[in-house]
């Protein structure tokens, strides 16, 4: 059975288990097929051949699953789109994706309740299921094309990996649905008879609500961004109490601090923490390891692990040969999970992908290395800048802040003037904060740092945070905090 076929399985063998549950909302599987099954209908009746992608817009609402899986049904990807975006940034993505409809929550309830009235041909293997839309260098999005395959192989891998308990899993949906870390805990859910619970911008704001959500909803999986595990972990009562059923952290998107895995593992002591990397061109996730008490001791960057099975990761420098284990390089990734390319830019495409062995090949602008056997992350290639003639790798700086045992999170941002680098200001969030004032604090750190960095790596300025702020997606906001220079 393919992906589609599976998640439509749940709804003979248990059409009532909630296949989705948002605020007070709920969807069952039996519910999630029979609208979608009317959406997909309604949709070939409609627009016939044109395989044109659809546009779904909306917050986490239930309608949400229903349109994903009408639209492919009907043979044609869908490109989801979160209200929290611009509305400029929304009409890029529409015009961009040559959508054919743009569909919401009240129009999805409208088209998706009548009789099937058409035949539907669901997405084949080498067809695009999905299309997100990343940000570009140029300011404008650019959207990756995911197929089915892409997809199935991804799930294929997760399953394999975690067990999964069929019918047995509540999954944390923290990621709105138009950022790619969200297509992990949801497919994954549904393949596999879960509930996918979502948790809405609202309560993210509110955290007395937000917690109280959390105690209620019977999380086994969670998933989301390191930044929004480390900010709930502020809360002292977030541990093992609140979430007594859960089994697994799975985190992706971004660098995880140490700090935060070991907080995690000494709150939620029957839990695994897992840490993922892999761009949304690589389908949500490459490359996975757990991390245990002997990972945190022996390593003060953490490893973003192994590669999926059927994939293969090299590092290459900059003339594109692949460099010795050890080596820094650019991470490329090639595999049956790498994206066929963007849509309607065939420029970009020619730029990031390529053939590699009869696979699709793609080049991360991602640095790391491999040491022994393991893929470590060292941030990215255009996050390298020039400051008084020495190249500086931010994430370099960032790692070795993260490294000093103060220090429980860091975000290193160039102060730009007349287009070019003049000094390094540092945010930090402590893992502890005694009476010190924030002069004797950064002295401290600047000191600390200085003994494992060199002078004009050294940060000018240090500003002391309780929490970052952070994106729609969850991810630290580094704009905002740009902006408060």
Same mark, same amino acid.
Request: glycine residues 8%; proline residues 6%; charged residues 20%.
């Given at each position: ?30 519910? %999630? ?11 070939? #009746? ?5 395989? !044109?992608?659809? #546009? ?10 229903? #349109?994903?899986?009408?639209? /492919? ?85 997760? %399953? ?80 093992? $109490?609140?979430? *007594? ?90 595999? *049956?999970?790498? !994206?066929?390319?963007? /849509? ?14 009869? !696979? ?49 999170? $860091? ?12 000094? %390094?200001? #540092?945010?930090?969030?402590? $893992?502890?904060?005694?009476?010190? !004032?924030?002069?004797?604090? $950064? ?25 970052? *702020? ?16």
């Amino acid at each position: 059975m393919n992906v589609i076929e599976r998640i439509d399985h749940w709804a003979a063998e248990a059409p009532e288990r909630i296949a989705h549950l948002s605020g007070d909302r709920t969807l069952t599987y039996g519910e %999630l097929r029979t609208c979608s099954d009317g959406l997909g209908s309604y949709l070939t #009746a409609h627009f016939g051949e044109d395989r !044109s992608p659809i #546009a779904v817009l909306g917050h986490r609402e239930p309608e949400m699953l229903i #349109a994903f899986l009408g639209a /492919v049904k009907s043979g044609r990807p869908y490109v989801p789109i979160d209200t929290a975006l611009p509305q400029t940034r929304i009409d890029q993505i529409v015009a961009r994706s040559n959508a054919t409809f743009v569909l919401t929550p009240d129009q999805i309830r409208q088209f998706s309740s009548g009789e099937l009235r058409s035949p539907i041909t669901p997405v084949d293997k080498n067809d695009p299921f999905y299309i997100l839309f990343t940000s570009g260098s140029t300011g404008e999005p650019k959207g990756v094309i995911i197929t089915l395959a892409c997809l199935e192989h991804f799930i294929s891998w997760m %399953l394999t990996e975690q067990q999964f308990s069929e019918r047995g899993e509540v999954f944390l949906n923290q990621a709105p649905f138009s950022f790619d870390l969200s297509v992990m805990d949801l497919y994954c859910s549904l393949v596999t008879g879960g509930t996918l619970f979502s948790i809405s911008r609202d309560l993210i704001e509110n955290p007395k609500k937000l917690y109280s959500a959390l105690a209620n909803s019977g999380v086994t999986t969670w998933v989301s961004t390191p930044s929004f595990a480390q900010m709930c972990l502020v809360e002292d009562n977030f541990a093992e $109490a609140m979430l *007594p059923r859960v089994r697994r952290f799975l985190f992706c998107g971004e660098t995880l601090a140490p700090q935060t895995a070991a907080q995690l593992l000494a709150r939620f002591p029957q839990a695994q923490v897992w840490n993922m990397y892999g761009p949304t061109e690589g389908t949500v996730a490459t490359t996975s390891t757990q991390i245990d008490a002997a990972i945190l001791k022996k390593y003060s960057s953490l490893p973003v692990g192994r590669v999926m099975p059927g994939t293969k990761i090299f590092i290459v420098d900059e003339n594109g040969d692949e460099v010795f284990a050890d080596e820094r390089g650019e991470i490329i990734i090639a595999g *049956p999970n790498v !994206s066929p390319g963007y /849509v309607g830019r065939p420029d970009l495409t020619a730029r990031a992908f390529f053939e590699y062995r009869g !696979s699709h090949a793609y080049k991360t602008g991602d640095l790391g290395r491999f040491r022994d056997s393991l893929l470590f992350f060292e941030g990215r290639i255009d996050e390298q800048i020039k400051l008084s003639g020495y190249r500086i790798e931010l994430g370099d700086v960032e790692a070795n802040l993260r490294a000093l045992p103060t220090v429980r999170d $860091a975000v290193v941002i160039p102060m730009i003037k007349s287009g070019t680098a003049q000094s %390094l200001t #540092a945010f930090v969030t402590l $893992a502890a904060r005694n009476e010190t !004032s924030d002069f004797k604090l $950064a002295h401290n750190l600047r000191s600390q740092l200085g003994q494992r960095l060199p002078m004009y790596m050294l940060p000018r300025k240090f500003v002391f945070l309780d929490a970052f *702020p952070m994106t729609a997606n969850g991810k630290v906001d580094r704009a905002a905090l740009a902006k408060s220079l």
